[in-house]
C-alpha cells in the first residue's frame, strides 16, 4: 500500500509541475490569436455554471480556472504514475507520457467536453484551438514522462 501511495504522490506532483509548460503552450497560443477562450475557462464557466454560480467576477473565474486546470494535471499525472508503474518496465516513460498527453486530450476534446456541450468537437472548433491543444498536451506529456523518469 505504501508503494502505491509512494507512486500516486510522485505522479501527482509530476502532474502538476507538467502542467505548468503546458500552460505556457496555451498562453503562447492565445497570444498568437489561436485560442479564443481558453478551454480551462469554458469548462469551469460549465462547471461553476452546473453548481449554481452564475457569472463570477474574472478574476474569480480566472483563479478557479486555473486551480481545476491544475488540479486536472495532478489528478492525470498520479493516473499515469499508477499505469507506469503496473506496466513497468517501460523503455521510454517520455513516449509513453506523449501517448497519454494525446489520449487525456482525445477524451476530453474528442469525447466528454463536447458531449457535454461545452465546446465543439475539433473538427468544428475554431482554426488553430485543436492543433495548440494537441501541442499542449504533447509538452505535457513530455514534461510528466520526463519528470517521472527516476523511479
Known amino acids: 500500500m505504501a508503494g502505491t501511495l509512494q507512486v500516486l504522490l510522485k505522479g501527482a ?3 502538476g509541475v507538467a502542467t505548468l509548460p503546458m500552460s505556457g503552450v496555451m498562453l503562447a497560443a492565445g497570444r498568437a490569436g489561436l485560442m479564443g477562450r ?3 475557462e469554458a469548462i469551469t464557466d460549465a462547471a ?6 452564475e457569472h463570477p467576477s474574472d478574476a474569480v473565474e480566472k483563479s478557479a480556472a486555473a486551480a481545476s486546470h491544475l488540479a486536472f ?7 499515469f504514475a499508477l499505469i507506469e508503474h503496473r506496466f513497468r518496465p517501460r523503455p521510454s516513460p517520455v513516449v509513453d507520457g506523449i501517448v ?14 463536447p458531449a457535454l456541450g461545452i465546446m465543439p468537437p475539433p473538427e468544428d472548433d475554431r482554426p488553430g484551438r485543436p492543433q ?5 498536451h504533447v509538452v505535457y506529456g513530455a514534461a510528466l514522462g520526463a519528470l517521472l523518469r527516476e523511479r
Do not use: E, N, R, T
Open 38 to 40: 481558453q478551454p480551462p
Open 13 to 15: 506532483a509530476a502532474g
Open 48 to 53: 461553476l455554471d452546473a453548481v449554481g454560480v
Open 100 to 113: 497519454f498527453g494525446l489520449a487525456v486530450w482525445a477524451v476530453s476534446y474528442k469525447g466528454w467536453v
Open 73 to 79: 494535471g495532478v489528478a492525470m499525472g498520479a493516473a
Open 132 to 136: 495548440s491543444m494537441i501541442a499542449a
